[in-house]
């Protein structure tokens, strides 16, 4: 080896020492965070005690159905599975008189039974609290969602885009939904001849190329009905591909069936938005639910909500994207939480997610880098936010920022040589 090889190979090694430097503060902060994957063994253990105590089969357990009607909506029940305190019992009494609530069996046992509740990102996500019944701050509809309904269960905001509603059902009711005004106390699936209306605007109107099935939860209609839908969006000529966003595979991983599979498998291009909101939520189930998803040749995406005491930290959220590739989803979106009433305790400041960006850039897989989105109000769309890397464009240079910080000058100009 040359003497300038070896200089520069050395060059390189105090680099490559800098370079670990940048993530050290991570890697110690990670080791500490508690997984769904690393909590494995104990989530298996309180699964066995809720089976043993709803007397449930194995069977049961892995039907999503029994999910469903076995979801746990009063806060007695609630309490033979975790403790909670009279006041806690108390909000949930409370909070249940005004907004639902409702969590499955498998959601409750990535609960710790004991311990810090309002610590648990799980627990805050799917328990209510009294910070729900907080009076005079937030808005039913800060998106104005009514006025961008140009045909039943239709939001349109974009150009060649829209949204169809087909039901109000979840799996889980969520503590921080921000379409909580939509979530009766009755289930309610959009008529045939609703969703049929919807399909028909779609239909004559040519410019929409992407249509995307939400909810409430599309995963909560049966696999026949989602069938139908699917198909009648595949028949209309300039629709280019279909999107659905579930939480299912999330909250109830068991809706995720072979037969599921093989029916979304019929209506390609097909894509698949989900909502990981903590590195708890990716356990062993979650996991097989996205690959069977993945293996259905289905691309899955993944929108976070911010949520303050939940992901409102850069080395958590970078926790969460990451793993979130391990198990075949690509972070897409995260959300910075509108102000809708009763969810009020969960926004956190913009800055928090800027900062989130700042730790994610060049710290990580860029495959693991969602766009962080402000939602203007009053659906005037979703507004990318990004900590500044473009210090100034002058004429003939732009100014740079670097991911580690250093200010650089760099070209702004066209060729100077070309084809005449
Ligand atoms: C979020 C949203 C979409 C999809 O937006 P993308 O940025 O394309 O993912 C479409 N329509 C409405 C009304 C929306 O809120």
Not at 65 to 72: A, G, K, P, S, T
Not at 144 to 151: H, L, R
Not at 213 to 233: A, C, I, K, R, Y
Not at 290 to 317: F, K
């Amino acid at each position: 080896m040359d003497t300038s090889k070896k200089s520069s190979r050395q060059v390189s090694l105090k680099r490559a020492g800098v370079l670990k430097t940048r993530i050290d503060p991570y890697l110690a902060a990670s080791a500490k965070l508690p997984t769904g994957m690393k909590l494995k063994d104990e989530i298996k253990a309180r699964q066995a005690k809720i089976k043993e105590v709803l007397g449930a089969s194995e069977d049961d357990w892995n039907d999503w159905h029994w999910q469903i009607e076995n979801r746990i909506v009063d806060s007695d029940t609630l309490a033979k599975f975790i403790t909670i305190n009279s006041k806690q019992k108390q909000d949930i009494d409370d909070v249940a008189k005004k907004f639902r609530w409702a969590i499955s069996p498998y959601f409750l046992s990535l609960i710790e039974p004991e311990g810090d509740h309002y610590k648990n990102p799980i627990y805050l996500q799917a328990v209510p609290t009294g910070l729900e019944l907080v009076e005079g701050i937030g808005s039913p509809d800060p998106m104005a969602e009514e006025f961008t309904n140009p045909a039943p269960c239709i939001t349109r905001r974009y150009p060649d885009r829209l949204i169809i509603n087909v039901t109000n059902q979840c799996g889980m009711y969520c503590r921080h939904c921000q379409r909580r005004r939509n979530i009766g106390e009755i289930d309610k699936p959009q008529s045939k001849e609703n969703l049929q209306a919807a399909v028909d605007y779609i239909k004559n109107t040519p410019e929409i190329r992407d249509v995307l099935v939400t909810g409430g939860d599309p995963f909560t209609l049966s696999d026949e009905m989602l069938d139908w839908l699917l198909g009648e969006l595949d028949n209309i000529p300039h629709l280019e591909f279909k999107r659905i966003g579930t939480r299912m595979p999330v909250t109830l991983p068991q809706r995720v069936t072979p037969e599921l599979c093989e029916m979304l498998k019929k209506h390609h291009p097909l894509f698949i938005n989900l909502q990981f909101n903590s590195q708890m939520e990716i356990t062993e189930e979650t996991k097989k639910s996205c690959e069977m998803l993945a293996n259905a040749g289905i691309p899955l995406g993944n929108q976070s909500v911010l949520l303050r005491g939940v992901n409102d930290h850069p080395y958590i959220m970078k926790k969460i994207c990451q793993e979130l590739l391990t198990i075949r989803v690509r972070p897409y979106y995260i959300f910075h939480a509108k102000g809708v009433v009763g969810t009020m305790h969960f926004r956190t400041s913009v800055d928090i997610g800027i900062e989130i960006m700042e730790h994610l850039r060049g710290y990580t897989s860029g495959l693991a880098i969602p766009t962080f989105i402000i939602n203007a109000p009053e659906g005037r769309g979703k507004t990318p936010m990004l900590p500044e890397y473009l210090i100034s464009q002058g004429r003939d240079t732009v100014t740079i920022r670097t991911w580690e910080g250093q200010i650089i000058k760099y070209p702004n100009k066209d060729a100077e040589v070309g084809f005449e």
